[in-house]
């Protein structure tokens, strides 16, 4: 049991709420190399699947094995089934989790899956409709049950860290996955909430943003019927739905022919050696950040992300500068603040750029 606090760089324990994934399968072999202790959350409805299990099954059998470097694993992993759409399952997965090593250092939300389909046309039938529920209970709710869950036990210790895997598609809105995109800020506006309630027991709240692709290819996606009108012929915005369509088609056991009528469903097979590179830069921030003693806020993996999302921002910024009256105008009395914006306002136009509009 593993009741002494843990710092940094000492063994924390970590709860990971979705463990099949590419993604977690080899950042918990990373956490068991370093020393920490694992409680792995398995949703029921994908551990029974071959495909999806394999890997993990394989890790299971690394920590069983009289590998040197595997010595003591099997005694610092317990794996969970949950389904995180029940509070009652992932309450009991806490009790468990907090029974069997002590404490919880770190609940990593790490659920994710793709709805792809435009708005239309998830709201074609009854069935499309339903996904956009379901995809509200695999990215939202799922996580929000087990932050609660957890939230009296971190509490209790006066100590934890929650940390979100998301995507900058909390930032950023993508054509053909508006309802992932809205499930993905909805949650991250939860933490931003949350984040601010909790900081008086010393609970850390941190939302971690890799590329799309990290999370969308290594977890289920979920393709709706397709309509003619946003065919690429038709409809000049990018298609993800085609971009996910040609990824799937490299490997013959998930190649997908469009449908007008089905709702198809198909888990990513990438090489091995294409899963490493892909969520390598992630698996490096997770372990980094994870129990740190003053965490970001939020933290963007990868050059091209951190790019996307500061262009995203000065978009924002110089939108805000171009209507500032409009803004200020709605205001009843005059105020220092409100002469601050004008005068920010009338120093952007001087400069020709958002980023001068420091008044002194």
Known sequence: ???????????????????????????????????????????????????????F???VNECKSNRKDREGWKDRIRSIRCDGRSMGQCSAAVAEAKHVFGRIDILLCCTS????????????????????????????????????????TFRAQHTGHIMILTSI?????????????????????????????????NIKVTIV????????????????????????????????????TNVLSMNPETVLEASETEIVQRYPRLPTSS?????????????????????????????EGAEAVKEKLKTVTEELEDFVEASVAVDIFESELKNEA????????ETGGPLSTTST
């Open 1 to 55: 049991m593993n009741s002494v606090v843990a710092t940094h760089n000492s063994p924390r324990t970590w709860l990971l709420t979705s463990s099949l994934t590419p993604l977690a399968v080899r950042l918990m072999r990373q956490l068991l190399s370093h020393g920490d202790y694992v409680v792995a959350c398995l949703p029921p409805h994908e551990i029974e699947r071959d495909d999806r299990s394999a890997e």
């Open 57 to 59: 099954r394989e890790l």
């Open 113 to 152: 899956e793709a709805i792809v389909g435009t708005v239309e046309e998830l709201s074609t039938t009854p069935a499309t409709q339903n996904l956009v529920r379901d995809q509200f209970e695999s990215i939202f709710f799922s996580q929000v049950n087990f932050i609660k869950a957890s939230l009296p």
């Open 169 to 201: 598609g909390g930032h950023i809105g993508t054509p053909g996955m508006a309802i992932y995109t809205a499930a993905t800020w909805a949650l991250e506006g939860f933490c931003d909430s949350l984040a601010y309630e909790v900081a008086p027991f």
């Open 209 to 244: 943003q890799p590329h799309k692709e990290i999370q969308s290819l290594t977890n289920r996606i979920v393709f709706s019927p397709s309509l003619p009108y946003y065919d690429v012929e038709n409809n000049p915005a990018p298609s993800v739905r085609d971009m996910l």
């Open 275 to 303: 899963l490493d590179r892909l969520v390598g830069e992630t698996i490096h921030a997770l372990t980094a950040i994870g129990g740190h003693e003053n965490p970001p806020a939020r933290h963007i993996v990868g050059f």
């Open 342 to 349: 004008r005068q920010g306002q009338g120093k952007t136009e």
